[in-house]
Nanobody, 120 residues
Framework: QVQLVESGGGLVQAGGSLSLSCAAS????????MAWYRQAPGKQRDLVAI???????NYLDSVKGRFTISRDNAKNTVYLQMNSLKPEDTAVYYC??????????????WGQGTQVTVSS
């Protein structure tokens, strides 16, 4: 009964900023990597940013220098700070996490998605 709940999406003008949050709750043994994906209409879901349990990060090339992923392990929460937003960033953003509910068994879980719309 693990759930990932996202918040922080909305409408912003080009050049503006938004901050997304995703909190995991339920029966959690441990959380490994946490990530953000996005999906625009008619396109596949792409990995935007990922952060390991040790804090190592990686980003989609088109968001490097503009987006920052971080996590608060005490709160089981991952964040995505998005600056200098562009219209092409418009998409539904999904939180993803690799979570163990029992020792030695890991599954991936998804948030419900939050809409980010960047106007020109």
């Amino acid at each position: 009964q693990v759930q990932l709940v996202e918040s922080g999406g909305g409408l912003v003008q080009a050049g503006g900023s938004l901050s997304l949050s995703c909190a995991a709750s339920g029966s959690i043994f441990s959380i490994n990597a946490m990530a953000w994906y996005r999906q625009a209409p008619g396109k596949q879901r792409d990995l935007v940013a990922i952060i390991t349990s040790g804090g190592i990060t990686n980003y989609l090339d088109s968001v490097k220098g503009r987006f920052t992923i971080s996590r608060d392990n005490a709160k089981n929460t991952v964040y995505l700070q998005m600056n200098s937003l562009k219209p092409e960033d418009t998409a539904v953003y999904y939180c993803n996490a690799h979570i163990k509910v029992v020792a030695n068994i890991e599954h991936d879980y998804w948030g419900q998605g939050t809409q980010v719309t960047v106007s020109s």
